[in-house]
């Protein structure tokens, strides 16, 4: 079966500052996508990025960037230049059948 | 080009009851999955339907059951309502290429908050 593990609860930064989400995860397969979902007060569940595993360049999304590390397992999401849109949810998930999510990383992005 | 909705937005029922939540996927999409978010937890799977079949069930009991019409909308039923069962239900659209696994990118709707007193 497959894991998802995101490390940390609470996150908080200040606008404009960078700060990078951790997440690992656990499989056997070889070939897999990754995805970063987004979760605002509003409730909303946003993609903000996707990264295929036979891909060795790391994803890209404006401010979005992935730094995945396959032998690893890992899937960190770094956000530039912060704003204060950026406050969510922020969720790891890796698909099968069904998406298996993290248990999220509450982000504050401060004045 | 509309997303994926769901509808109603709010419900509020009380135990015993029985609750019938809807959801239209993006156009172009032919997979509907059911997700149960509790408060402060990422989303559990309940189960996915695909050519109006279910086709993969998560860890949740018969109470939860579903539905896929021709046009791939879908409906979640939850029979003898539980207070555990208030929660964000979330629907989430795909498509399904050849038939086999899905790996594409699922779309979330925006959910429907259930409430059971």
């Known amino acids: 079966a497959q894991t998802v593990t995101q490390s940390q609860p609470e996150m908080s930064v200040q606008e404009a500052e960078t700060v990078t989400l951790s997440c690992t995860y656990d499989?056997?397969?070889?070939?897999?996508?990754l995805f970063w979902y987004k979760q605002p007060p509003s409730r909303q569940m946003i993609l903000v990025i996707r990264?295929?595993?036979?891909?060795?360049q790391n994803a890209t999304e404006n401010r979005f960037s992935v730094n995945f590390q396959k032998a690893a397992k890992s899937f960190s999401l770094k956000i530039s230049d912060s704003q204060l849109g950026d406050t969510a949810m922020y969720f790891c998930?890796?698909?099968?059948?069904?998406?298996?999510f993290g248990k999220g990383t509450s982000l504050l992005v401060t004045p | 080009d509309a997303g994926v909705t769901q509808s109603p937005t709010h419900l509020i029922k009380t135990r015993g009851q029985q609750v019938t939540l809807r959801c239209s996927p993006k156009?172009?999409?032919?997979?509907v999955s059911w997700y149960q978010q509790a408060l402060g937890q990422g989303p559990q799977f309940i189960f996915q339907?695909?050519?109006?079949?279910?086709?993969q069930r998560g860890n949740f009991p018969d109470r939860f059951s579903g539905h896929q019409f021709p046009n791939y909308s879908s409906e979640l039923n939850v029979n003898a309502l539980l207070l555990g069962d208030s929660a964000l239900y979330l629907c989430?659209?795909?498509?399904?290429?050849?038939?086999?696994?899905?790996?594409?990118?699922?779309?979330f709707g925006p959910g429907t908050r259930l409430t059971v007193l």
């Open positions: 339907y695909y050519e109006e079949e279910e086709r």
């Open positions: 499989t056997s397969e070889s070939n897999y996508y």
């Open positions: 156009s172009g999409h032919d997979t």
């Open positions: 989430a659209s795909s498509v399904t290429s050849g038939g086999h696994e899905p790996t594409d990118t699922q779309y």
């Open positions: 990264q295929e595993a036979y891909k060795q």
């Open positions: 998930a890796f698909p099968g059948y069904a998406l298996n």
